[in-house]
């Protein structure tokens, strides 16, 4: 069974810095690409990042320059490191796998809250 954690949210001020973390446990599986996805309260859920397997990236035009994200393929682990935070950046973060044959996996959410 498949799990992702999530960590590294918290309170942080508008100019800071986050960095958050996914991890992928249970069954061995290949993966086509790691994502970072965000909600916000009354908000639909938006692609924030993404890296495939073999690193090519893709980023909301909001965090362009901002965020930048990582990841390590025999771990299936990624990062998110977020950078000049603004108060729009608040939501709540989620990770996500895709899979070749599986398809996708979801964590559970991690909040990032951005004050003024």
């Known amino acids: 069974q498949v799990q992702l954690v999530e960590s590294g949210g918290g309170l942080v001020q508008a100019g800071g810095s986050l960095r958050l973390s996914c991890a992928a446990s249970?069954?061995?599986?290949?993966?086509?690409?790691m994502g970072w996805y965000r909600q916000a309260p009354g908000k639909e859920r938006e692609l924030v990042a993404t890296?495939?397997?073999?690193?090519?990236?893709n980023y909301a035009d909001s965090v362009k320059g901002r965020f930048i994200i990582a990841r390590v393929n025999a771990k299936t682990l990624a990062y998110l490191q977020m950078n000049s935070l603004k108060p729009e950046d608040t939501a709540t973060y989620y990770c996500?796998?895709?899979?070749?044959?599986?398809?996708?996996?979801w964590g559970q959410g991690t909040q990032v809250t951005v004050s003024s």
């Open positions: 890296i495939t397997r073999d690193g090519n990236t």
């Open positions: 249970g069954s061995i599986f290949s993966h086509k690409a």
């Open positions: 996500n796998v895709e899979t070749f044959f599986s398809g996708d996996y």
